[in-house]
């Protein structure tokens, strides 16, 4: 009878595979006499630190009350479960699935069972038979082959293109496919945390299909991940699992018409060995670890004192560019150099690494005309063959400097001694007693008793007064001083130059610093003049505040950064700091 009304409905119903679907109505009730309840985990051994995924499946039934075994003793549940409802069609036979996933990660080492579940299906309890597992350490791995999740035709490793580093040079990690069977996509689910790295995800990198033979069979191989690690410190540092879902595409006849499988692997904890650097370490070393290169170019090399020039140097390498610093330069006496300004700074992949580039200016100041070289050196540690390496610019021109019209502005004042009144001879007593007469400590002693008089007659008048608070007649003579250097620059403030206003409070400045330290232009350095106020028990904030204001005039005058909108700010700083500095060196 069924092959009757098979008969007629393929009569009706000439496309082949509703007809197949029309069958299968019929013999449908035939194969739900098959149920199945088992369990069943992504590996049987598992490393600590990394989860696997447990599922409990119930096929060709519809089941209720479901009851998972104890969990929580000896695994952290990160996630589940979860509930899922499919059926699938293979060679004309259909299979139904209800199943529950939990992901678990052990919370130690050792072999453990997990217990039976159970489901109602129809009135009837079907249990679950235990699985057992075995958790090992990390570095206990060596012996074992089978990956998470792995097959024979399809896994996935983590790897490391080389087994030791150095702290800052660059270790790409990736997540390699293998694969026997027809997959479609994969996903990164999870990566990670990379303890130990400065981490940055490349997004270039080769991603084509290759082929590779592993105990005998053909594997297509695809890179699914890369990741820039650089390390931070020595020891040996753990990389942990990465989990990727991929769809495995479904056999047979129809598996083109089915949804792909999707199927969780996991990767495998890897290590990495980081050594220190070989001692001893150069001291001008920058931090580079790993291929540098570099360019360097001047501005001008013809100026006077008065000028400044700027060296640019344009630097790539492919190490940590978080440890790179600029490179200090050792400067011939009567050159001063400012701390280098970051003009431009990039971080961008070439398809094989990831490099960064910095470009530095140095603003340069000469102190005295002469004819000086430039020698800058950039140290880095060359990964290839394991030893510091020093690049040279060598082929930049020698710097003439000229005297300019500020050059030993005050060199007269310093270098002209000041020598005692010199006392006239006496020639004759008449020219003796003219002068006697002229002298004002005669008249200071006629005078004397008057001054007496008013003084006690002032002081009766204001016995009963309350004296008024005055300032203290110290810091009334600070004040006058300090304007007395400062008359010039306060006149500039409001005339709208701002290098004019900066040149004549930096003269003052220097005046100030020759008259109460003795010292003349030539040595008038920073470093100097840090030194010898240090040696003096000036304050350290008092200096640093000197010196900033220096450093601003500098650059106003000579490298053209002229700050209009800090001109009062800078003056009054400066008034500040010679008040200090004026009762300091007394």
């Given at each position: 009878?069924?092959?009757?009304?098979?008969?007629?409905?393929?009569?009706?119903?000439?496309?082949?595979?509703?007809r197949?679907?029309?069958?299968?109505?019929?013999?449908?009730p035939?194969?739900?006499?098959?149920?199945?309840?088992?369990?069943?985990?992504?590996?049987?051994?598992?490393?600590?630190?990394?989860?696997?995924?447990?599922?409990?499946?119930?096929?060709?039934?519809?089941?209720?009350?479901?009851?998972?075994?104890?969990?929580?003793?000896?695994?952290?549940?990160?996630?589940?479960?979860s509930?899922?409802?499919?059926?699938?069609?293979?060679n004309?036979?259909?299979?139904?699935?209800?199943?529950?996933?939990?992901?678990?990660?052990?919370?130690?080492?050792?072999?453990?069972?997990?217990?039976?579940?159970?489901?109602?299906?129809?009135?009837?309890?079907?249990?679950?038979?235990?699985?057992?597992?075995?958790?090992?350490q990390?570095?206990?791995?060596?012996?074992?082959?089978?990956?998470?999740?792995?097959t024979?035709?399809?896994?996935?490793e983590?790897?490391?293109?080389?087994?030791?580093?150095?702290?800052?040079?660059?270790?790409?990690?990736?997540?390699?496919?293998?694969?026997?069977?027809?997959?479609?996509?994969?996903?990164?689910?999870?990566?990670?945390?990379?303890?130990?790295?400065?981490?940055?995800?490349?997004?270039?990198?080769?991603?084509?299909?290759?082929?590779?033979?592993?105990?005998?069979?053909?594997?297509?191989?695809?890179?699914?991940?890369?990741?820039?690690?650089?390390?931070?410190?020595?020891?040996?540092?753990?990389?942990?699992?990465?989990?990727?879902?991929?769809?495995?595409?479904q056999?047979?006849?129809?598996?083109?018409?089915?949804?792909p499988?999707?199927v969780?692997?996991?990767?495998?904890?890897?290590?990495?060995?980081?050594?220190s650097?070989?001692?001893p370490?150069?001291q001008?070393?920058?931090?580079?670890?790993?291929?540098y290169?570099?360019?360097?170019?001047?501005?001008?090399?013809?100026?006077?004192?008065?000028?400044?020039?700027?060296?640019?140097?344009?630097?790539?390498?492919?190490?940590?560019?978080?440890?790179?610093?600029a490179?200090?330069?050792?400067?011939?006496?009567?050159?001063?150099?400012?701390?280098?300004?970051?003009?431009?700074?990039?971080?961008?992949?070439?398809?094989?690494?990831?490099?960064?580039?910095r470009?530095?200016?140095?603003?340069?100041?000469?102190?005295?005309?002469?004819?000086?070289?430039?020698?800058?050196?950039?140290?880095?540690?060359?990964?290839?063959?394991?030893?510091?390496?020093?690049?040279?610019?060598?082929?930049?021109?020698?710097?003439?400097?000229?005297?300019?019209?500020?050059?030993?502005?005050?060199?007269?004042?310093?270098?002209?001694?000041?020598?005692?009144?010199?006392?006239?001879?006496?020639?004759?007593?008449w020219?003796?007693?003219?002068?006697?007469?002229?002298?004002?400590?005669?008249?200071?002693?006629?005078?004397?008793?008057?001054?007496?008089?008013?003084?006690?007659?002032?002081w009766?008048?204001?016995?009963?007064?309350?004296?008024?608070?005055?300032?203290?007649?110290?810091?009334?003579?600070?004040?006058?001083?300090?304007?007395?250097?400062?008359?010039?620059?306060?006149?500039?403030?409001?005339?709208?130059?701002?290098?004019a206003?900066?040149?004549?409070?930096?003269?003052?400045?220097?005046?100030?610093?020759?008259?109460?330290?003795?010292?003349?232009?030539?040595?008038?350095?920073?470093?100097?003049?840090r030194?010898?106020?240090?040696?003096?028990?000036?304050?350290?904030?008092?200096?640093?505040?000197?010196?900033?204001?220096?450093?601003?005039?500098?650059?106003?005058?000579?490298?053209?950064?002229?700050q209009?909108?800090?001109?009062?700010?800078?003056?009054?700083?400066?008034?500040?700091?010679?008040?200090?500095?004026?009762?300091?060196?007394?």
């Amino acid at each position: 009878m069924i092959c009757s009304q098979t008969s007629v409905i393929s009569w009706l119903i000439p496309h082949r595979a509703v007809r197949l679907a029309a069958a299968f109505l019929f013999i449908f009730p035939a194969i739900l006499s098959a149920q199945i309840f088992e369990a069943e985990v992504t590996s049987k051994e598992v490393v600590l630190g990394s989860s696997f995924e447990l599922t409990f499946t119930l096929k060709d039934a519809q089941g209720s009350r479901f009851k998972a075994p104890d969990l929580a003793g000896d695994y952290k549940i990160i996630g589940g479960p979860s509930e899922m409802r499919g059926m699938t069609i293979i060679n004309g036979r259909s299979t139904t699935r209800q199943s529950w996933t939990y992901e678990l990660e052990p919370k130690r080492t050792g072999t453990f069972t997990i217990g039976a579940a159970s489901v109602q299906v129809n009135g009837k309890v079907l249990n679950t038979q235990p699985v057992t597992i075995k958790v090992v350490q990390a570095r206990a791995r060596p012996n074992v082959n089978a990956l998470p999740g792995a097959t024979d035709n399809l896994f996935i490793e983590g790897q490391l293109n080389m087994e030791t580093a150095y702290p800052g040079q660059q270790v790409t990690w990736r997540i390699v496919l293998y694969t026997q069977l027809s997959i479609d996509g994969a996903d990164i689910i999870e990566l990670p945390d990379f303890d130990g790295f400065y981490a940055k995800e490349k997004r270039r990198f080769d991603t084509r299909v290759t082929y590779q033979t592993i105990r005998g069979k053909r594997y297509a191989v695809k890179v699914l991940h890369e990741e820039a690690l650089f390390p931070l410190e020595t020891g040996e540092v753990m990389i942990g699992a990465a989990k990727v879902r991929i769809g495995v595409d479904q056999g047979g006849r129809l598996g083109s018409f089915l949804i792909p499988k999707p199927v969780l692997f996991q990767t495998q904890p890897v290590s990495l060995k980081v050594k220190s650097l070989p001692e001893p370490v150069p001291q001008n070393f920058t931090g580079g670890v790993g291929q540098y290169d570099w360019s360097t170019q001047l501005d001008r090399d013809s100026l006077s004192t008065d000028d400044a020039f700027t060296l640019t140097l344009s630097i790539r390498g492919n190490g940590d560019a978080k440890r790179f610093a600029a490179p200090k330069l050792s400067l011939q006496p009567g050159l001063e150099v400012f701390d280098p300004k970051v003009k431009e700074e990039e971080e961008y992949e070439n398809g094989e690494e990831v490099v960064h580039t910095r470009v530095l200016e140095y603003v340069v100041l000469p102190r005295e005309p002469g004819q000086y070289s430039l020698n800058p050196e950039l140290v880095y540690f060359d990964t290839d063959s394991n030893r510091y390496r020093t690049l040279r610019a060598d082929s930049l021109p020698v710097v003439r400097v000229t005297a300019g019209k500020n050059y030993g502005i005050n060199q007269s004042a310093d270098t002209i001694p000041v020598l005692p009144p010199a006392v006239p001879p006496r020639t004759d007593i008449w020219e003796g007693l003219s002068e006697w007469v002229k002298s004002p400590l005669l008249w200071t002693l006629l005078m004397l008793p008057l001054l007496v008089y008013a003084a006690f007659a002032l002081w009766k008048k204001r016995k009963n007064r309350k004296p008024a608070q005055t300032r203290p007649r110290s810091a009334i003579a600070n004040a006058k001083n300090t304007r007395e250097w400062f008359a010039n620059v306060t006149g500039l403030l409001n005339e709208g130059n701002p290098r004019a206003f900066y040149d004549e409070l930096f003269k003052s400045i220097q005046g100030f610093l020759a008259s109460r330290l003795a010292i003349t232009p030539a040595l008038m350095t920073q470093e100097n003049v840090r030194r010898m106020l240090a040696e003096r028990g000036v304050p350290a904030g008092t200096i640093q505040d000197l010196l900033s204001v220096w450093q601003t005039c500098e650059q106003a005058v000579f490298a053209g950064q002229t700050q209009s909108a800090q001109m009062a700010g800078t003056l009054r700083t400066a008034e500040s700091v010679v008040q200090v500095l004026d009762k300091s060196l007394r």
